[in-house]
């Protein structure tokens, strides 16, 4: 499946940003969707994921409450919508594929997914 990710950019602290990723490829309605981020110098973390088919979703406790994660099926998109953003939310964000159905905990492990679309860069400003 190929992955487009897009919405990334400059942003002050407190400020939102949507990020969207274009899936195609694979049925959108099977399998988990999932946001990951990589900060300069620190490994890659997962962020949030859903389940594509009944909209069951995960997060990081670090973002829990301040972003939210959505889908389309209409539109083979999935979305990571950003609020009360923190410097330290600064990093490259991937979107990735799992073709299997998976736990909310599972969906946390990047070795689940399969296919990765090419980031884009949030950077938050104190």
């Known amino acids: 499946v190929q992955l487009q990710a897009s919405g990334g950019g400059l942003v002050q602290a407190g400020g939102s940003l949507r990020l969207s990723c274009a899936a195609s490829?694979?049925?959108?309605?099977?399998?988990?969707m999932g946001w990951f981020r990589q900060a300069p110098g620190k490994e890659r973390e997962f962020v949030a994921g859903?389940?594509?088919?009944?909209?069951?979703?995960s997060y990081a406790d670090s973002v829990k409450g301040r972003f939210t994660i959505s889908r389309d099926n209409a539109k083979n998109t999935v979305y990571l919508q950003m609020n009360s953003l923190k410097p330290d939310d600064t990093a490259v964000y991937y979107c990735?594929?799992?073709?299997?159905?998976?736990?909310?905990?599972?969906?946390?492990?990047?070795?689940?997914?399969?296919?990765w679309g090419q980031g884009t860069l949030v950077t938050v400003s104190s």
């Open positions: 990735a594929s799992a073709p299997r159905v998976l736990t909310t905990q599972a969906m946390r492990w990047s070795d689940e997914y399969d296919s």
């Open positions: 490829g694979r049925t959108f309605s099977s399998g988990v």
């Open positions: 859903i389940r594509s088919s009944v909209g069951m979703t």
